[in-house]
């Protein structure tokens, strides 16, 4: 049965490049069946968290990375020493100024035989001996982390390749210990768009912040997967797609590239995809967040038209951020016009007229908008083309956007005849606008 791991050092937050091992080692599990393990390297006092743990916890779960077996490193402190304790009876660790040292060979290599890369030589005599005990009674990451994978039953180690250089030192405590090996998967790392080492400046943050950005979780566990895997050409995943086509036979040997421009691509095809139920749910706050509509507003406005509004307008959003910004204009607040919005004033007397037109229409659907309109253009002698943009920028603030008598019929009639008139009122002089 497969067994693997996701081990992090809870000393900061879970960041893209441990997301994506956690991925891996995710979809691994599900694809083969077998287990996925979250075990929490605390053994660095000093530098270990309460919060981080917290964080790291909540980023998984964000993500959908359910775990079969939880456990803290520093609560197997007595199996630690039980394994250490055998190691100095054998004579493969010895004692010094209060340290205990694993010994290694002068002469010779230790070769680390790596699933994607193959196999790695190390000397011996550039490995030395290494302590696995602090002479404060702790032990290092190199010594647990063998103990705990064997006694875990771990198949495949799937980790970056910043580990590679401690595997060697792992591999020794293996065979002193007389335990089997597991297979070793050392992914390449992910650069920035510079090709430099991933860093803040390159959008290497927390995976929270991702979630606080407007992310779905979806299209980050799909951005993260592309970070070196494929699947032929294909770009756009599924959940249940990744967990029946992942293979680690498919996994890319060279560094992976990362580009926000993809996700924020990437999260509007999701976005595109997603349940209209969940969308709005997840919008709701944001939208209230910004500080015009009201929690009371929001519950006025029927469900139907808000599921409604939220699908003609996440087609032009990259984020939720951005489809709750255009949400807004289903309430009745004053919209915000784009920059160089300008409206004549024949645009203004004929948006006079559709206002009138529209006001007592039932039922109000895109049909019966369009006819009225059309009914107001042919007796003023005009088309529609003089009248769409206007009537646009006036009720939805923007010039551009989803059609525009599905755009009128999303938002309730009042709210568009008040801002049609309004509109037709700041270029008439007639007043002041409205909502």
Known sequence: MVRV????????????????????????????????????????????????????????????????????????????????????????????????????????????????????????????????????????????????????????????????????????????????????????????????????????????????????????????????????????????????????????KSAAVFEDAKLLWLNQQHMKRADLDSLVHLVEPLVIARGRVTSEMWARVESERLRVGANLLRDRAKTLHDLAATMEILFPVPVECEDGAAVSETQARLMRAVASAIESLSPYTPETIECAVRGVLEREGATLKDVALACRLAVTGRKAGPGLFEILAAIEPATVVARLRAAHARLSGAGEGGS
């Open 5 to 252: 791991r996701f081990a992090p050092s809870p000393t900061g937050y879970l960041h893209v490049g441990g997301a994506r091992t956690a991925l891996f080692n995710w979809l691994f599990a599900r694809h083969s069946g077998g287990a996925f393990v979250l075990r929490i390297e605390d053994t660095d006092r000093e530098r270990s968290t309460d919060e981080a743990i917290e964080q790291i916890v909540a980023s998984l779960r964000w993500l959908g990375l359910d775990w079969d077996e939880y456990y803290r490193q520093a609560e197997r402190h007595e199996r630690h020493l039980e394994a250490a304790e055998s190691l100095l009876r054998s004579g493969a660790v010895y004692e010094r100024d209060g340290a205990w040292w694993f010994r290694v060979p002068e002469a010779g290599a230790t070769v680390v035989h790596d699933e994607l890369v193959g196999d790695v030589r190390f000397d011996n005599d550039q490995l030395k001996d290494f302590v696995i005990r602090r002479s404060d009674g702790t032990f290092v990451y190199n010594f647990v982390v063998v103990v705990d994978d064997v006694d875990m039953g771990i198949t495949h180690v799937i980790r970056g390749d910043e580990h590679l250089n401690n595997t060697p030192k792992q591999m020794r405590i293996y065979q002193a210990l007389g335990y089997p090996m597991p297979l070793f998967y050392h992914l390449p790392m992910i650069l920035g768009a510079d090709r430099g080492k991933l860093s803040k400046r390159h959008g290497a943050t927390s995976v929270l912040e991702y979630r606080d950005r407007g992310i779905l979780p979806e299209a980050l566990v799909n951005f993260l997967v592309r970070l070196g895997w494929a699947y032929g050409d294909e770009e756009v995943f599924a959940r249940d797609d990744l967990v029946r086509l992942f293979a680690l036979g498919d996994l890319n």
